[in-house]
């Protein structure tokens, strides 16, 4: 498998990194595409954290419009390890997140199940939350 890791600039101001798959019909297909996020530490130094573009997605492919980027490049070395070491990450993040939420939906569920249960009535309260 070829890899073509580019640097995406959208018109929006976001920046991505992403392995560049096809392009077709004015859209660009991008493979594992992680966004690129600026942050400073209590230290004041700044520092450079890649996290997913579209968390939760069931798909690792991402299409995006031709009209929407402004730019695509090729980039370092040092970038395209750096960005391969936060696909990992993101994966284990995103596995541990995965698991907390199931157990929160099953808290949920349980918890509407005894609220039929004892005749709470969900179709009228939900109008609460609006």
């Known amino acids: 498998m070829t890899e073509n890791i580019q640097h995406i600039r959208l018109i929006n101001g976001e920046e991505l990194i992403g392995d560049v798959v096809d392009y077709y019909d004015n859209r660009i297909l ?3 595409p992680l966004l690129v996020n600026e942050r ?22 991402c299409e995006l419009q031709n009209k929407h980027v402004i730019t695509i490049t090729d980039i370092h070395e040092e970038m395209v390890k ?17 698991k907390d939420i199931q157990s929160v939906n099953t808290m949920m569920e349980a918890s509407l199940m005894d609220m ?15």
């Open 40 to 61: 400073v530490s209590a230290t004041g130094k700044s520092a450079i954290v890649l996290t997913k573009y579209i968390p939760f997605s069931s798909s690792s492919v």
């Open 116 to 130: 039929c249960a004892t005749g709470f009535d969900t179709a009228n309260s939900s109008s609460s939350f609006h």
């Open 30 to 32: 991008v493979s594992q």
């Open 82 to 98: 750096y960005y391969h070491h936060s696909l990992r990450f993101a994966y284990v993040h995103e596995e541990n997140m995965i």
